[in-house]
Structure formats: C-alpha cells, structure tokens
C-alpha cells in the first residue's frame, strides 16, 4: 500500500464512520517502532506503522486509522482527544476502533517500551514498560525462563 492509498482510506473512513472530511495528510513512517500509528497534534497529520499493515492486515490497519481518526477530529472540535477523557472513550467505542494503536507484540499505544526479554527455550520477545520480576515469571507460551536482553537491538530487529 502506498502512501496515496493510505490517504485515500483515510478519508473514506473518516466520511464513512465520523461523517467529517479529513482535511490533513495521512502517510507510513517507517521509523515507528512502537506505536502502529500516531497523531501530530501541531500538524494534524496521522502516521502509521507501515509493519503493522504487513503483520496484522487491512482489518488491524482500519481500527488503527479509527483510533486515529477519533484523536484527529475531537482535537479540531476542542474535546477530550486524549485516551483517558470520557469523549475519546465513547467516539472510538461508537466507530469501533482499536483500543490501542497496537504494536506488532502487542505492546500498548504511547507507552514506553523500556524493557526487553526473552524466553531462553522458544525465543518469544517480550516488550515491557516495567521490569518483570524474573524469579517469578516464566514465559507465557512455554514456560521457559525470561532473560534481559538489549531493548536497543530488539528494537531495531523488529
Ligand atoms: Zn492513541
Ligand atoms: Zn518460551
């Protein structure tokens, strides 16, 4: 999907869900890595984490441009366009966005990654903003025992 594609979908399921034109640009930024997407709220500009459309497809990609969409137009309209006000809450509930701008594991949106482990048996990564406790977690897919490795190189090997 190009660019140009992306805006494309960008206003038609801002005409489609919000019934409001969407007036400013939508485009990939391959240098997120965290987030699947995000609002500029100095531009109004809405990026997307293009590996999102590649891991999780079209569906996952739509509920993430919703989300974004619901931060885009409260914020012209002067409401609460942050997670936690009440309006954000019941617009992306009403057009059914995601709940998070989703990461490729999972990882929650505009929180900071800051740890990095992995299971010693199947390799799976876990992302996390705070420390595990390693004496007391295990890994959740084979029980193997977690081990802190380099949140910078796992980040770029995402
Ligand atoms: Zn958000
Ligand atoms: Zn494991």
Redesign the pocket.
Known sequence: MTDEQLQALVIQISQQFFKRPFLHQARFNHRLRTTGGRYLLQSHDIEINPKQYKVHGLEELIGIIKHELCHYHLHLQNKGYRHRDQDFKKLLKKVGGSRHCKTIDGMRTEETVKYSYR?E??Q?LYLRKRKIDLQKYV?G????RLVATNLKNELQQL
Do not use: E, H, I
């Open positions: 299971c048996r199947c799976q890994c897919k084979c029980s193997g």
